[in-house]
């Protein structure tokens, strides 16, 4: 049996329908019919199981999947690579295969988190969110990288015009956008104030940032009720 079919198998053996039923509903842009409905623990569990199979590497460059299991397995597999240089590589391959915000997200590679890997991460963040905006998920990717690493110590506050200068129609690319200039406003509130005061960003991702730093517990009820004061 190859690897593929494999896994395969694993995923149906964990099959919830009633997850499958309401997790569709989550990704409006993904088929339901490639959706097999397992939960996320259970994927993180198959997924640590197979990688470190003989032939990972078959997976891994069979694309495209066909279930959106499939997806989220290898999205778990690549965040374990413990190599910087072959991870990045396999994200690049896969990252047009992606057609959905939890796939995109689920990406999450324990070896961006080493300081001496920082620079480079930097640069190739910068290379995913120059992608054209068309290719949605590429620069989401980039830019939840950039959420996720560059906010506390390495933060730069080039950082936040770089995202300010996006511009999309893309519902899913203004999401991230927001997301992160309200984890900005959490985290780096006194720089990232001014984008919000001076409306630097289009009305809908403006408002957008605003109503989820107000959800956020790490802005200050004071910081919320002046956020509120300031939106379109």
Known sequence: ?????????????????????????????????SIIGV??????AI???FANHSDVEKFLTTLPHKYYDENQIHAFILSLIKDYDDCVSH??????????????????????AKAANRKRL?????????????????????IETLMSFFLD???????????????????????????FFATALAKQYEVTL????????DAWTHNKTIQKAIESYRITDEQKAYLKTLKL
């Open 1 to 33: 049996m190859s690897i593929i079919n494999e896994i395969q198998k694993a995923l149906f053996a964990k099959q919830d329908l009633k997850f499958k039923a309401f997790h569709s509903k989550l990704i409006p842009t993904t088929d339901p019919k």
């Open 122 to 142: 930097l640069k190739d963040v910068e290379r995913w969110m120059s992608a054209p905006v068309t290719d949605v998920y590429a620069v989401r990717f980039g």
């Open 47 to 49: 997924a640590k199981e």
């Open 39 to 44: 939960r996320t623990p259970d994927l993180r």
């Open 91 to 112: 994200i690049d391959a896969f990252l047009p295969y992606v057609d959905n915000w939890a796939t995109c997200d689920q990406m999450r590679p324990k070896v961006f």
């Open 194 to 201: 001014p984008f919000i005061e001076k409306h630097v960003l």
């Open 153 to 179: 110590d390495d933060f730069d506050p080039k950082f936040l015009k770089w995202v300010s200068k996006i511009r999309s129609e893309e519902y899913y690319l203004n999401m991230m956008v927001a997301w």
